[in-house]
């Protein structure tokens, strides 16, 4: 399903609402869609979507949570920082590895009630949890937590 945003004077309050709950990415990697590709994430509900151009938004993601709070690109994929419940205190922190073709691999859960930052240092990723905890959690492939 394609998700078309068409930008008119009635249209723009909209448009600006979504980007302010939106977090985006601009990604570019060899194993990655080429050219460089615009991905955006959504509350209510956590979907992950790819932009196609001339206001066209396609949803990559099935719903992976209340909120998608970061994206980030890691070792040629792309990643989702999501929390579960709408007030971050309730929920569960969790990240998500797109594996391409709509499929979600999770790769980090239980991680305090949201993971709020995901960040890339010196070749690592790491992830920040927020509301009530804050952690900084290292990704190890092949474990979730």
């Known amino acids: ?85 709408y007030s971050g205190y309730y929920g569960v922190g969790r990240v998500y590895r797109y594996d391409g073709s709509g499929r979600w691999t999770l790769v980090g859960d239980g991680l305090d009630r949201a993971v709020i930052k995901l960040v890339v240092y010196n070749g690592e990723l790491y992830a920040a949890t927020g509301r009530g905890a804050f952690r900084l959690y290292k990704y190890t492939p092949g474990r979730t937590n």
């Open 1 to 85: 399903m394609v998700h078309t945003i068409e930008i008119s004077s009635r249209s723009t309050v909209l448009v600006a609402f979504i980007l302010l709950f939106a977090v985006m990415v601009y990604a570019y990697d060899s194993a990655m869609p080429s050219p460089p590709v615009l991905y955006a994430g959504s509350a209510n509900p956590g979907v992950v979507y790819r932009y196609l151009g001339k206001g066209v938004w396609e949803p990559i993601s099935p719903v992976l949570g209340y909120a998608v709070l970061d994206l980030v690109e890691y070792n040629g994929n792309l990643y989702a920082a999501v929390t579960t419940d």
